[in-house]
């Protein structure tokens, strides 16, 4: 190969993408994407995305990594697997949205203001603490995530749902203190903080 083949190789050498082979769920199908936008066109969310899936793996390609880490457009998968469905080449695409936001939060580059990822550090912050969902905590912190009156808001909106769950025993008013997660919590934690060690380790991330 003569120098100026090799200079055009290494001029369009993608980084980001070797980047996200090894840091991404399924990371690895993104350049398999042949660009037909039968994944945008399925997505109940399609016209609401600012980088529909097939322009996300294209900006991978493309080697834009601060575009694509920083947008909110991962987070707006609902995992409804319609894209994985019917996607010609069977891309996991569900799976490399969820990779791609996961990355981007662990990195701490994500969107910080995104109602998804709110709900989803809310979500599991409720559920790692005793191994099961506290379903009326869990929804005191939504209702309050934007301040005391805006909680009081949504409290009052939903008063009418609440009562029903309360009727039909569907909401233990009492579930604040005496929530039963699983049998040892203690075990679980550490058996989470080494799965976050070894994956921490086996990404380079450090934490």
Excluded at 153 to 160: D, E, Q, R, T, V
Excluded at 188 to 203: G, S, T, W, Y
Aim: charged share 25%; aromatic share 8%; with cysteine.
């Amino acid at each position: 190969m003569s120098d100026v083949n090799t200079a055009m190789v290494q001029k369009y050498r993608n980084d980001f993408l070797k980047e996200v082979e090894e840091n991404v769920e399924e990371g690895h199908w993104v350049k398999m994407c042949m660009q037909c936008g039968v994944c945008s066109g399925s997505c109940p969310f399609g016209p609401d995305w600012d980088h529909p899936p097939q322009e996300i793996f294209m900006m991978i390609r493309a080697g834009k990594r601060d575009e694509v880490l920083t947008t909110e457009s991962m987070w707006m998968c609902t995992s409804c697997y319609n894209c994985i469905v019917r996607c010609p080449r069977e891309l996991p695409i569900t799976h490399i949205m969820h990779g791609l936001a996961n990355y981007a939060h662990r990195l701490g580059i994500a969107p910080k203001m995104n109602p998804t990822r709110r709900f989803s550090k809310i979500f599991w912050n409720n559920i790692a603490k005793t191994g099961r969902v506290n379903e009326l905590a869990l929804s005191l912190k939504l209702y309050f995530m934007d301040g005391f009156m805006s909680g009081i808001k949504n409290a009052l909106a939903m008063a009418g749902v609440g009562i029903g769950m309360l009727k039909t025993k569907r909401l233990n008013p009492f579930a604040l203190i005496n929530h039963k997660g699983v049998k040892n919590p203690k075990e679980l934690h550490v058996l989470l903080k080494k799965a976050r060690e070894i994956e921490d380790r086996r990404k380079g991330i450090a934490r």
